[in-house]
């Protein structure tokens, strides 16, 4: 099982099926994808669009009375996790740590879920209970209903924030998300591309694992520039610049894809104004065939876009902490 922001579980079956062999995908859901296949972690691990990866252990049946969870008692102690310890390289005794989610009617919450299955798993005395700071096995909990799916994260903590060593920016998003809107663009090799609003840098940093012949990034804020300076290698081009006074020729890019203001966490004055004027920009220096994908959550995008000469569709809508915004794709009108 692999997880994604909700709304992006399309462009994620669209990366496995490209990255990995023969997927046998069996299952989505909201923010879920459940597949089969003989793949190794280290395949598993180059899936840039997903937040976190999971082996499935089993799918157990699970009343929805307090007293049901008694009957969970055999069944979990017949789990077999050797699977999960053997991707997990864990030779000695795996320290756990078990979370759980839920949806429906139940007379027990997910923490009284959890503990009970922690518990179960202590007392066969082939698991140490862990912790937050302190483990190694970390199982995960659907239950849906009545049926409960037992799975193992085999992806570290910070697996979708493509490690620690990255600074960010107020406003910013996942890599993971970053990397959902670039194959969302239709990357080419002979790409030159932007993302004038690049903030800390992380949509040209997951551009630049994909071959392009330039990639581009510029922010007006000084220190967006500074931190997109340290978090990028060397060869892409970090400059300060207004998005709306590019400061690159005419019909030089082919690719422009940014996460642009909202007006929340970095504040706007008029937010209609701002993306008027960088379209018109954005029109200057496309070449004809030039693309834009924008994520954002104002709908002023879409008459802003069509008065300035672009066609503009969405994409899908992804939901971001409670915030539903969309994904738009845009070209010059024909």
Not at 22 to 44: A, C, Q, T, V
Not at 135 to 148: G, K, M, S, T, V
Not at 163 to 168: A, F, H, L, M, R
Not at 194 to 222: H, K, V, W
Request: aromatic fraction near 8%.
């Amino acid at each position: 099982m692999c997880t994604m922001t909700p709304g992006l579980e399309e462009i994620a079956k669209e990366e496995l099926l490209d990255r990995l062999k023969d997927p046998d995908i069996s299952e989505i859901s909201r923010g879920k994808m459940y597949f089969r296949g003989n793949h190794n972690l280290e395949e598993l691990c180059k899936l840039s669009c997903v937040d976190n990866i999971y082996i499935v252990v089993s799918r157990l049946y699970i009343g929805s009375g307090k007293k049901d969870l008694g009957e969970l008692d055999e069944k979990v102690k017949k789990l077999d996790f050797s699977v999960a310890e053997q991707l997990l390289g864990i030779k000695e005794k795996p320290k756990i740590i078990v979370s759980a989610s839920k949806k429906g009617k139940h007379s027990y919450s997910r923490f009284d879920l959890s503990n009970h299955v922690t518990e179960l798993l202590v007392k066969t005395k082939k698991f140490e209970a862990g912790d937050i700071r302190d483990h190694n096995f970390p199982i995960r909990l659907d239950l849906n209903q009545n049926e409960c799916v037992f799975s193992v994260q085999l992806t570290k903590s910070d697996f979708r924030f493509r490690g620690s060593n990255y600074e960010y920016m107020p406003g910013g998003i996942r890599p993971t998300i970053a990397s959902a809107l670039i194959r969302i663009s239709k990357p080419d090799k002979a790409d030159v591309f932007y993302d004038p609003f690049c903030g800390a840098g992380t949509i040209p940093r997951e551009r630049s694992y994909m071959q392009s012949r330039r990639i581009l990034a510029s922010d007006i804020n000084p220190a967006a520039v500074a931190c997109a300076k340290h978090n990028l290698p060397e060869h892409i081009k970090v400059f300060q610049c207004d998005a709306r006074d590019l400061k690159v020729k005419d019909r030089s890019i082919d690719v422009i894809v940014s996460n642009i203001p909202w007006g929340k966490q970095i504040e706007v004055e008029n937010i209609t104004d701002l993306y008027t004027d960088f379209f018109r920009e954005a029109g200057r220096v496309l070449k004809d065939k030039g693309r834009i994908v924008i994520l954002t959550d104002r709908e002023e995008i879409v008459e802003c876009a069509e008065t300035t000469g672009f066609s503009i569709s969405k994409e899908t809508t992804i939901s971001l902490h409670g915030i539903l915004a969309g994904i738009y794709f845009i070209q010059k009108a024909v």
